[in-house]
């Protein structure tokens, strides 16, 4: 039997990139899958992937940004799956730059998915994440919150970003030590440079250098992220990782 056999996890932004990575590492451990976030072709592929390979998944289009739609893919999570075990936090953006020349509307962005979807969808979970760590199959449950290094140190360029990287860092100490005592654990992933979508959406004049630099540090996969958060939703009952923080080895910031 694998590790989450008889378990349900929720993977937001589970469309590409480290989301993505992570619905097939679960499900490769034995998890259903809700895959949720706002592409419905690449969430069909993907769910159609995982269940080709004997796994079960479910494809959720929604705009976590908009509370009743976070509130509605938990839901719906546990109405078709049975459960949830498993919180994986990870729709984020990254629209870096000097904060004199940002627009405003990327701030507001940033915040409504980086940090207030991640908290919607956490209180959304936690009255199932409780009953799930008082029931077998393993009286444990998970919420892992994908942050940065941008949530240890603060740059010039990003300054909202940092703040919502900080922010998430801040209230996943605060979860874990109200939670720790009920079996629900909190695990923080502080990525450095990663090679995902991420970048992409960086407005023009400042994305150009962002991939420049993020090419000759020889950057992480996706899927050296998703194995890491395979390894801490895995670990036994007694066992938790709070933190994990992974850079390229030629990152030295």
Do not use: C
Not at 10 to 38: C, F, K, P, Q
Not at 116 to 134: V, Y
């Amino acid at each position: 039997m694998s590790a989450l056999t008889g378990t349900v996890a929720l993977i937001t932004g589970a469309s590409s990139g480290i989301g993505a990575a992570t619905a097939r590492v679960l499900a490769a451990e034995g998890a259903a899958v809700a895959l949720v976030a706002r592409r419905a072709d690449r969430l069909d592929a993907l769910a159609a992937e995982i269940t080709g390979a004997g796994g079960r998944a479910l494809a959720i289009v929604a705009d976590i940004t908009d509370r009743g739609e976070a509130d509605a893919s938990v839901a719906r999570t546990v109405d078709e799956l049975g459960r949830l075990d498993i919180l994986v936090n990870n729709a984020g953006l990254m629209l870096v730059g000097p904060i004199e020349e940002a627009p405003i509307d990327e701030w507001d962005r940033m915040i409504d998915l980086n940090l207030t979807a991640a908290l919607s969808m956490t209180k959304a979970a936690l009255p199932h994440l409780l009953a799930a760590a008082e029931s077998d199959p393993r009286r444990v449950a998970d919420v892992v919150n994908i942050s940065s290094t941008a949530g240890r140190q603060v740059k010039r360029g990003s300054g909202v970003y940092n703040l919502t990287k900080h922010g998430l860092g801040a209230f996943s100490e605060s979860f874990r030590q109200e939670f720790s005592a009920r079996y629900v654990r909190m695990a923080l992933i502080e990525p450095g440079a990663v090679d995902t979508e991420l970048r992409d959406h960086i407005r023009d004049g400042v994305r150009e250098g962002n991939i420049e630099r993020a090419r000759t540090l020889d950057p992480l996969q996706a899927g050296d992220i998703a194995e890491a958060i395979g390894y801490v939703v895995t670990r036994p009952r007694r066992q938790t990782i709070n933190e994990v923080l992974s850079r390229p080895t030629l990152q030295n910031d």
